[in-house]
């Protein structure tokens, strides 16, 4: 487990001058004939804003059927990372694996990119791409940091299916009545938790001292909803515009993360217009607004008003104070002119 948790195709490290820059994008919901507004805004900010590292956060196509639809969409969007040599990386969403290829068949695809340093992830655990990615010290003694990569899975019937739940008047792990929002998401199996927990003492052993993190997953824990119940207690930042869609039932994954202390910040995709983010328990809980043009946006008359919350996350680390990483996210609107539609 140590070695696959070392490995990266291309080696990560902080930069001389000990900064190390992330761009997270989520939900580009690529279709066929997908909108050219999504390549532009993409080029336009990664040109503008020149990442370490660029992570896609999940639900990067939906509809795409076959093995060449997957590729050419692929080569498109990263066209700007593989000519410019940038490392990125990726996670599932709930409906990437929807039309026709599974996320297996998916991540050959993936990894066959020079740039592309996404893992699958152990065979004995839920899920497809759960994986670390270590990242060096600028002086390539230590691993100053890390990020880690999550399936969140995609449905609640899978897990009712797979665990066999009994229905109760009619209704299995979803009732009438639900702690949240009652929404059907599925959640992280508790053997992905343990695989974190585990592999972190692992890497913690080997570095000689713990090391900090961020953790990128697609769909919400419910501890996300905390922070916009809680605005002033959790210094929340940015925009709630829409129910938190998490699942119903809780997987654990936080209280593993303060428990190992590690992971200083867990951001998620999923719900396209809410971009805030706040401190609960000493972590970070955040989203990354939508960035595709395909999925449902803001409401409004214009494209600008559509796109109003349409965009990436950037993180900026700094080796000397890892831990207290600065990010923001930032708008598609202020970078192309999203009301030119060729």
């Not at 066929?32 to 196509?61: C, S, W, Y």
């Not at 009619?170 to 927990?197: A, C, H, S």
């Not at 719900?271 to 401190?279: I, K, M, R, V, W």
Request: net charge negative.
């Amino acid at each position: 487990m140590l070695k696959e948790n070392l490995y990266t195709k291309k080696p990560l490290t902080f930069n001389s001058d000990g900064k190390f820059r992330i761009m997270l994008f989520s939900d580009l919901h690529g279709v066929p004939n997908h909108d050219p507004r999504l390549k532009r805004g993409i080029t336009a900010m990664v040109e503008a804003e020149k990442p370490d590292l660029v992570f896609f956060n999940g639900d990067q196509m939906y509809g795409l059927e076959t093995h060449e639809q997957v590729q050419n969409y692929l080569e498109d969007v990263t066209e700007v990372l593989e000519k410019n040599n940038i490392p990125w990386a990726h996670v599932y969403g709930n409906h990437d694996s929807e039309a026709g290829l599974s996320r297996d068949e998916q991540q050959k695809i993936y990894e066959s990119f020079p740039n592309c340093l996404s893992k699958r992830g152990p065979d004995d655990i839920g899920g497809v791409g759960n994986f670390s990615l270590p990242i060096m010290s600028s002086d390539k003694c230590k691993i100053a940091f890390c990020i880690w990569g999550l399936d969140s899975r995609e449905y609640i019937g899978a897990f009712d299916d797979e665990f066999s739940i009994k229905a109760t008047n009619g209704y299995k792990t979803v009732l009438p009545k639900p702690f949240y929002n009652g929404t059907y998401y599925d959640l992280i199996r508790f053997e992905q938790v343990m695989w974190y927990y585990n592999s972190s003492k692992e890497l913690e052993k080997h570095n000689g001292a713990k090391i900090p993190a961020l953790m990128f997953f697609h769909i919400a824990l419910p501890e996300h909803k905390l922070i916009h119940l809680n605005p002033v207690e959790t210094a929340m930042t940015g925009d709630f515009n829409e129910q938190v869609c998490c699942a119903e039932t809780n997987s654990g994954m936080f209280t593993a993360v303060l428990q190992r202390g590690d992971v200083k910040g867990i951001y998620v995709g999923h719900d396209h217009n809410n971009n805030y983010e706040g401190t609960y328990a000493g972590v970070r809980l955040g989203f990354d607004g939508a960035m595709g043009f395909n999925s449902y946006g803001m409401d409004g008359e214009t494209e600008t008003e559509r796109s109003s919350c349409r965009g990436c996350r950037i993180f900026e680390i700094n080796e000397s104070d890892c831990a207290n990483y600065k990010t923001r996210f930032i708008k598609v609107n202020d970078y192309i002119n999203v009301e030119d539609l060729s």
